[in-house]
Every structure is written in structure tokens, then in C-alpha cells.
């Protein structure tokens, strides 16, 4: 009897050791095959070092996408400096069973940071090499191509509205997106950048330093690196939404010098809204004023900020009687205040590593949206959002750990995500708001609305259980482990922006003007704020739901006043 079962063991040891090395070498296996499609994917020409190669990048995780190519042209990169790169889940892991929202809230912030990222991969950067085949003007646009222009100045060839697109940038896209902020050019860089603007320089420089090819149209000529392919806008396309008109922001007082706060200045009988706002378009202001017959364009200044506005009746006079009065009626114009769109990544790298925290939902990428056009620097991203990048946060591409930017969004908690860096922006929202916020990105994206089936599930209760108790535990985390802090309040930042953005301002140890913090304040919307209401905003908080929120409320507000910060907001705290 001993005989056989000896037999048996040994043919188990046999069968463990192999199944053990057909692993190993399925394995090895696998890995040969990822590195040669990495390989495969990269640009085959020597290309000069640039400022993003000496970034801490993982090589292996270019192969499924998670990184910038470039940093593979760099022999200083090594294994040593690659931290924090998460590698892409396989298409074929099957999705956990269960609600969504109940996710651990480390995986799912890890999927952010995944997000997007792995449509970066084709994003070549050599230029293709001229030739018979070599992009040219795109001949089917409604513009009119005038040329290439050169933008490696400290300041922008064009100044106006800008935005990216890696995938689908196409001349007709950039030139409708610069026709309905009535904007009379358009210009194309690097294959997939998009400006706007009223002004060019005099001289342009060679055709054949236009060279790359936009990335959602072969054979279209999209500029290169430093490089502006300039088109006249013409008219819109067919289907392109309508042209933006002016929006009238109220009757205020005249400033007494007028010469001096109103720089152009257009008269004429009859001159109507829309002849000012077009006058004052064209010439890159922000403002139209008019005053009877005359029509003033200017930048809000401290002598004219637009915070004391009057009556409207004041300023609802007969054009003639108008002319005499002390006030004036000020529009918005379509284009932006270009005082302050200029940005660019820091000229050294920070030696103080700045977070922006905030729970989701709270307004982080607002934020981030004032702190850029206020410092002139660029934000990072621990979560690499290629939505945002589009709408132009490019920051969002650059690894989060370069210290190019000025701070670092995250809505990270926990005592080693906090203590990796020096300071931090800790933003706080009213939970009831961040929650409904957060919930309507998760169902409809940045800008969308959860639908009605979405709050009537069993989904939106979970989000609530889940997600009402990370409210409370993002901020005391900070609270603890924090090295410096500021407390700033969403609501407060809507109240009094100016000053409330000079205070984060001078903690970023950024000095700013008080003209580039009003032109802030000009344009504080940006892009990424819901337009409209929904059709009908019923109560979405059950009295269980409340009970719970308003312990978390009571205790942060508390733990703010032990660390001797003031307390939250009134409208917080339930009374």
C-alpha cells in the first residue's frame, strides 16, 4: 500500500514544479510580447531632449499608454525615479459585481488618474519630414489661410480663447470654435492646439515650418511646435452653433477721467448694441459702453471694477438726454480678457510641493481655473483628466510629481497622501452641494445633468452612504496631517473672489497685479461650469440622508475650530 501512494506523491511534486515553469514562462512570455509593442510604438527618429524628458516616468508604463512618449528619448530615465505610475487595468478583468458607487474609493481614484491617459499614446512629436506628401492648408475650410506665424514669444501670437484636442483637432473645429466667440482668426499648433485672436503680428515666417499634420485630419496643415497655422474665420460652419453675442452687465457710473479708463472709442448716430460690441470685439476688448451715441471699449480697471452698479432706470434715458448723464450701459463682448489667458509652466522646478485638495464636487477644477489665470502658471493633476487637458489645462498631461506647475489637484486622503507634500490649498464645499455635484459628473460628465432615472435608483443612496462620510474624512485628514495650510470656502471664493484669490495667491508666493486679478474676475467662469438649470430640481435628500450629513457637518465645523481655523459657513451648519 505504501508502494503506490509513494508513486503518487512523487507524480504530484513532479506535476507542481511544471505547472510552477509553464507559468513563469507564460509570464516572461507576456512581458516580451508588452515591451515589443512599446518599442513598436515609438518614433523612430532622434529628436532633440526637451523640458518634459528629465520628469520622473515609468518607461514600462508608455507600453499601455499611460504616459508621454517622449520621456522614452531620454537615457537619463531610470527605474529609480518611477513612482506613482499605476498600470492600466487588462481589457479583458471583468468588472466587479455590485452598484457602482460602491467601489472602494481607492480604485476609483486610481481609474481617474487612469482616465483618459492611454489615448495620449499616439501623440507623435517630431514633425513629419517635408516632402511631396507633407500637410498643406486644408482647401474644403470656409477660412482663408494667411500663413504661418511664429508663437515662441513670451506672449501669444494669439491671445484669445484656446483649447486642445489629441485625438479629433481639424481646421473647421478650431476655426467654428474661434467664429462663435467672434473672433476674426484662428490658428493651429503642434497637430492638435487651437488659439484664437483679432491681432497678428506683421511678418510670418516660412510656410515649410508649418509641418505637422492636424490629428484628426491627414493632409491638413496643423503648425508646429512654437509654429501657428493662421486662418481668417469667414463665416460658421453649417450645423456650428450660433455666433456668442453681448451680454449686458448693468447701468454703473462713468469714471471721471474717461479718456484714460476708456482706451478706444467709436461715435456715431444710431450706433446700436451690437455695432459696439462687433467695434470692441474686433479690437480684443472685453467691454462695450455705451453712452448714448458713443460707444467706449475698455478692460475693468480699479477705477472702473463694475461692482457699484446702479439702477437701470438711469441709465434708460433718450440717447440724447443720455449723452449728458453721469452713467453709462456696459456689455460683455463675446471675446475674453486677454490680460491674463497667458500661461506657461514654471522656469524652475518648485522647491515647495503645493496640493489643492478638495473633495470631489467641490469646485477643484474652477479653482484650479482662477489660480492659473491669476498666477500665469499652469496647474497640475495627480489623475490625469484628458477632458480637462482638452479644455485647456495642460498641466493635466505633465507628471503630477515634476514640480513644473504651481500646485497639484487632488481629492486624495489618507496620512502618506497627505505628507508627500509641503503645503496645501485645502478647498471645502457644503457637502449637500458637493454631493449632487459629484453625482452629476459621475452620470453625465463635467458639464451634464444626472437624469431623472439616475436619482430615483438605488444608486444615488449608496452614493450618499458611501460618499457623505469621505466629506468628513478628507478634511479632518488634512486637518491632522497637513504641514501648511490654507482653509478657503467655495462659497465664500464665489462671494468675495478678488479677495479671497489674493490670499491664495500670496500663499502660492505669487505677487499679481490688481488689473490681472480683476481680469480674473472678468472671466471667472471659464469653461467648466453648468450652463442652465434642470427642468425640474426636487428635493434629492431623504431625512435619514440629512441626519447623516449634518453629524459629518458638526463635526468638521468642530474640528476647524480646534485647529483654530474659523468654522464652516452659517449655511452649513443646520440650524
Known amino acids: 500500500m505504501a508502494k503506490p501512494f509513494f508513486r503518487l506523491q512523487k507524480f504530484l511534486r513532479r506535476t507542481q514544479f511544471l505547472l510552477f515553469f509553464l507559468t513563469a514562462a507564460y509570464l516572461m512570455t507576456g512581458s516580451l510580447l508588452l515591451l515589443q509593442r512599446a518599442r513598436v510604438a515609438l518614433p523612430q527618429g532622434p529628436r532633440a531632449p526637451g523640458p518634459l524628458q528629465t520628469l520622473p516616468v515609468a518607461a514600462v508604463a ?101 483649447f486642445y484636442d489629441l485625438r479629433k483637432m481639424t481646421v473647421s473645429h478650431c476655426q467654428d470654435a474661434c467664429a462663435e466667440r467672434s473672433y476674426v482668426y484662428a490658428g493651429l499648433e503642434a497637430g492638435a492646439e487651437c488659439y484664437c485672436g483679432n491681432r497678428l503680428p506683421a511678418t510670418s515666417v516660412g510656410l515649410e515650418e508649418c509641418s505637422h499634420e492636424c490629428k484628426g485630419e491627414k493632409g491638413s496643415v496643423c503648425g508646429a511646435v512654437d509654429r501657428l497655422s493662421v486662418y481668417r474665420v469667414d463665416e460658421l460652419q453649417p450645423g456650428s452653433r450660433k455666433r456668442r453675442t453681448a451680454t449686458y452687465r448693468g447701468c454703473f457710473r462713468l469714471p471721471d477721467n474717461i479718456t484714460h479708463a476708456f482706451p478706444s472709442s467709436l461715435i456715431q448716430a444710431n450706433v446700436t448694441v451690437e455695432t459696439c460690441s ?55 463682448t463675446p471675446v475674453q480678457d486677454t490680460r491674463c489667458t497667458d500661461r506657461r509652466f514654471l522656469p524652475n522646478k518648485s522647491k515647495v510641493f503645493v496640493a489643492l485638495s478638495s473633495f470631489p464636487g467641490a469646485g477643484n477644477t474652477w479653482a484650479r481655473h482662477l489660480i492659473e489665470h491669476a498666477t500665469g502658471f499652469y496647474t497640475g493633476s495627480y489623475y490625469f483628466d484628458g477632458t480637462l487637458y482638452n479644455k485647456g489645462f495642460k498641466g493635466e498631461k505633465d507628471h503630477w510629481r515634476s514640480r513644473r506647475t504651481i500646485c497639484v489637484k487632488t481629492h486624495e486622503s489618507g496620512r502618506r497622501e497627505i505628507e508627500m507634500f509641503d503645503s496645501a490649498i485645502l478647498l471645502i464645499r457644503n457637502p449637500y452641494r458637493s454631493l449632487v455635484a459629484e453625482f452629476n459628473r459621475k452620470c453625465a460628465g463635467h458639464l451634464g445633468y444626472a437624469a431623472d432615472r439616475n436619482w430615483k435608483s438605488k444608486e444615488w443612496p449608496d452614493f450618499v452612504n458611501s460618499y457623505a462620510s469621505w466629506w468628513s474624512s478628507h ?16 462659497e465664500e471664493l464665489r462671494r468675495s473672489l478678488v479677495p479671497t484669490l489674493r490670499e491664495m495667491v500670496a500663499f502660492l508666493n505669487v505677487s499679481v497685479s490688481e488689473e490681472r486679478l480683476l481680469c480674473v474676475e472678468n472671466n471667472k467662469e471659464g469653461s467648466f461650469r453648468r450652463r442652465g438649470r434642470r427642468s425640474h430640481d426636487p428635493e434629492p435628500f431623504t431625512p435619514e440622508m440629512k441626519d447623516l450629513i449634518n453629524g459629518y457637518i458638526r463635526t468638521v465645523d468642530k474640528a476647524l475650530r480646534d485647529h483654530n481655523w474659523t468654522g464652516l459657513p452659517r449655511e452649513y451648519v443646520p440650524r
Request: charged letters at 25%; proline letters at 9%.
Open 278 to 332: 462687433g467695434f470692441c470685439s474686433q479690437k480684443e476688448f472685453p467691454l462695450a459702453i455705451l453712452r448714448g451715441w458713443e460707444c467706449y471699449c475698455a478692460y475693468p480697471t480699479p477705477q472702473f471694477n463694475l461692482r457699484d452698479a446702479m439702477d437701470n432706470s438711469l441709465c434708460g434715458q433718450d440717447p440724447e438726454a443720455q449723452k449728458l448723464a453721469e452713467y453709462c450701459e456696459v456689455y460683455q
Open 62 to 162: 508608455l507600453g499601455v499608454g499611460l504616459l508621454d512618449s517622449r520621456a522614452l528619448h531620454d537615457p537619463r530615465v531610470s527605474p529609480e525615479l518611477l513612482l506613482g505610475v499605476d498600470m492600466l487595468q487588462s481589457p479583458l478583468t471583468r468588472p466587479r459585481p455590485g452598484p457602482r458607487w460602491l467601489r472602494s474609493r481607492n480604485s476609483e481614484l486610481r481609474q481617474l488618474r487612469r482616465r483618459w491617459f492611454h489615448h495620449f499614446m499616439s501623440d507623435s512629436q517630431g514633425p513629419p519630414a517635408l516632402g511631396p506628401e507633407a500637410p498643406r492648408p486644408a482647401i474644403h475650410s470656409r477660412g482663408t489661410y494667411v500663413g504661418c506665424f511664429s508663437d515662441d514669444g513670451h506672449e501669444r501670437t494669439l491671445k484669445g480663447a484656446v
Open 475 to 490: 478634511v479632518l485628514d488634512w486637518l491632522k496631517y497637513g504641514k501648511r495650510l490654507l482653509v478657503v470656502h467655495y
